[in-house]
């Protein structure tokens, strides 16, 4: 599939460092360790979430290219609560910019671990995103972490929750990288919204 000639294109600080805004893109966020690098390595059969993480480096935005239209964005994700006020000012300033603004974005997948979700990140990504109209699918990461069941059960919790704070227009489902778990309904997002 498309997914697998995804290779690094660059890092942008700032809104105006993107790559030219056409063609397609969705954007991965996710607070830090909830396991955005190791689902967008499964997803994309590659290493390409490495660069982001490299410490010290305020980058706010890495992407990466599937073909001349299509490309995945890497949103660094902090430890959200515990960022000095000035770097998370900055972060929220130039994320809110680039989400409001952002022409080729199609959609944007939320990653949250299934068993720390609905973060206060997560809630002001998804207050962004439904007060924008923009698309979002939410992986609950390292499903694998739970047994089958209270992995479904938390699924349909945290789907309630979601129903009753932001409506219909979210979708969820359970992921787990080392399992290979919920790789063909994640694929299938992807493919709708970058029309592949
Ligand atoms: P990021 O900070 O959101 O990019 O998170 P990482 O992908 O680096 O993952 C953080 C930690 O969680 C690492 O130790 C990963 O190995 C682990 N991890 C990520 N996804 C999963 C998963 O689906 N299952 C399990 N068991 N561990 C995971």
Partial sequence: GLCQQARFLIS?????QCPPDSGLEVAFAGR????KSSALNTLTHASLARTSKTP???QLLNFFSLDEERRLVDLPGYGYAKVPIPLKQHWQHHLEAYLSSRESLAGLILL???????TDFDRLMLDWSTAGNMPMHILLTKADKLAFGAAKNALLKVRQEIRKGWGEGVSIQLFSAPKRQGIEEAHAVLSHWLQL
């Avoid at 942008?12 to 105006?16: E, F, I, P, R």
């Avoid at 949250?112 to 609905?118: C, E, F, G, S, Y």
């Fill in 12 to 16: 942008a600080a700032k809104v105006d």
């Fill in 32 to 35: 830090s360790n909830a396991g």
């Fill in 56 to 58: 010290g480096r305020t």
């Fill in 112 to 118: 949250m671990d299934i068993r720390h979700p609905l």
